[in-house]
């Protein structure tokens, strides 16, 4: 009887010390282990757990080995996983609505985006709710610039050459086109060899990109106007989201926004350092004036206005809803670059 009570005493001292509930959520990323990315999650996941109480974890799994963006939201759909990182393609993959913040020249600096970003925000919600996804948190990586090996100022310079841009990019390759520049779909691993045979002329990339793939090295000129913003998101499935108890879902997303806040402060440094790098390396920068951004907004008007891809695959009222909010903010602050 002595031993019966010792037993059910040490199982009382184990259920009031051990947490009665705890969830694991897998999250698959393809930002490099110990990259800024990845080290941003593991502090919201570290941070999550903190105000759990241990009770919900993330698991992350970086670098790619859960698989192509594609592949991890397949199992995410299945439940093999319960979150992703996403670039501009997965979003695409997600509902095409998701990339006109990163079309070309919608957006041409930080304090648009930010606008743009936080008034938007319900609609997204509400595209992924419809997709069955949960959008966690918005992520920053720099801004696209025009690196070529001949120098670029106004569109006419880019559309007599060949244009390289991400494979599987399909919206973002057909705007493009649209605008008049020769396009060849092109993977990160041949964008070197390309420029070294002449398949492309030009790259469309973020200074940190540059650097990281030493395509500065042919594509030595660089036209210092944003041409969008590198954006990616967070998100996890709908039923992963609801696992978690409600209880803690406004604290979780504020952690989120917490450390993607200082995530973007990092990003924009380490795009700071690039730049100076590829300075140091021979870069030569073709400084952006207001009649070289005149012709730029004219080359979009036409392409934007008209039939393109608007109203077919991304939808009239969302664009529409987002142009108009960067209509407001030039309204109130003027416009300009980043």
Do not use: C
């Amino acid at each position: 009887m002595f031993k019966r009570h010792k037993i059910i005493m040490v199982l009382l001292i184990l259920l009031t010390t051990v947490p009665v509930f705890s969830l694991t959520l897998k999250v698959g990323s393809v930002a490099p282990r110990n990259s800024p990315w990845d080290k941003a999650l593991t502090e919201i996941s570290s941070r999550w757990a903190e105000a759990s109480g241990g009770r919900v974890l993330l698991k992350i799994y970086p670098g790619g080995i859960a698989g192509g963006e594609a592949d991890m939201l397949r199992k995410v759909k299945v439940g093999a996983l319960d979150g992703v990182v996403l670039s501009s393609m997965g979003l695409n993959m997600i509902a095409p609505d998701l990339l006109i913040l990163t079309m070309p020249l919608i957006i041409k600096n930080k304090g648009e985006l930010d606008y743009v970003m936080k008034k938007i925000d319900p609609t997204y919600e509400r595209i992924m709710e419809e997709k069955r996804f949960k959008l966690i948190g918005w992520t920053m990586a720099g801004w696209m610039k025009i690196f070529s090996r001949n120098p670029v100022k106004y569109p006419d310079d880019l559309k007599i050459q060949k244009l390289g841009f991400t494979s599987g990019e399909d919206v973002l390759i057909q705007i493009l086109k649209n605008m008049g520049f020769h396009i060849v779909p092109s993977d990160t691993i041949d964008w070197l060899s390309s420029l070294q045979s002449g398949r492309v002329d030009a790259l469309l990339i973020s200074p940190l990109i540059a650097a990281a793939y030493q395509v500065f090295t042919l594509a030595d000129n660089m036209l210092d106007y944003p041409i969008s913003p590198l954006l990616g998101a967070i998100v996890l499935g709908e039923r992963s989201w609801k696992k978690i108890p409600e209880k803690y879902h406004d604290e979780f997303l504020e952690i989120v926004k917490e450390v993607v806040a200082d995530l973007d402060v990092k990003s924009r440094e380490l795009e700071d350092q690039a730049f100076q790098l590829l300075l140091e390396n021979g870069l030569t920068v073709q400084e952006s004036t207001p009649e070289i951004e005149q012709a730029w907004d004219e080359v979009i008007k036409d392409i934007y206005g008209g039939t393109g891809v608007i109203g077919k695959i991304i939808s009239r009222d969302v664009f529409e809803e987002v142009t108009g909010y960067t209509k407001e903010y030039r309204e109130m602050n003027g416009s300009g670059t980043n």
